[in-house]
């Protein structure tokens, strides 16, 4: 059975910057990942992607000059590494793992297993 745990949110200030974490078992880093977010009371929303070898990465278009997606398969962990952050980053974030890879990063149910999430806030 795959797991993902989700770390490193936190509160803080707009500018801010923090490193978002996903560690996986069973070998889900073998698949492309992907990371979303959701703010309460809001759709689950595409926030980046990356395939298994880390060659290929793709952004929504809120966050793609200022988050950088990467993985070390070695360690079985996924960063997402969050610059400049603004209040409307505010969510909880989850890391998933993308079985589907023939259907298009951003789409939601071409993810099979998520992580419990990590929440981000972000003041103004």
């Known amino acids: 059975q795959v797991q993902l745990a989700e770390s490193g949110g936190g509160l803080v200030q707009a500018g801010d910057t923090l490193r978002l974490s996903c560690t996986a078992s069973?070998?889900?880093?073998?698949?492309?990942m992907g990371w979303f977010r959701q703010a309460p009371g809001k759709e689950r929303e595409f926030v980046a992607y990356?395939?298994?070898?880390?060659?290929?990465?793709d952004y929504a278009d809120s966050v793609k000059d200022r988050f950088t997606i990467s993985r070390d398969n070695a360690k079985n962990t996924v960063y997402l590494y969050m610059n400049n952050l603004k209040p409307e980053d505010t969510a909880v974030y989850y890391c998933?793992?993308?079985?589907?890879?023939?259907?298009?990063?951003?789409?939601?149910?071409?993810?099979?297993?998520w992580g419990q999430g990590t929440q981000v806030t972000v003041s103004s």
């Open positions: 998933a793992v993308k079985r589907n890879t023939a259907a298009s990063s951003k789409f939601l149910p071409a993810y099979d297993y």
């Open positions: 990356i395939s298994w070898s880390g060659d290929s990465n």
């Open positions: 069973g070998r889900a880093l073998t698949y492309p």
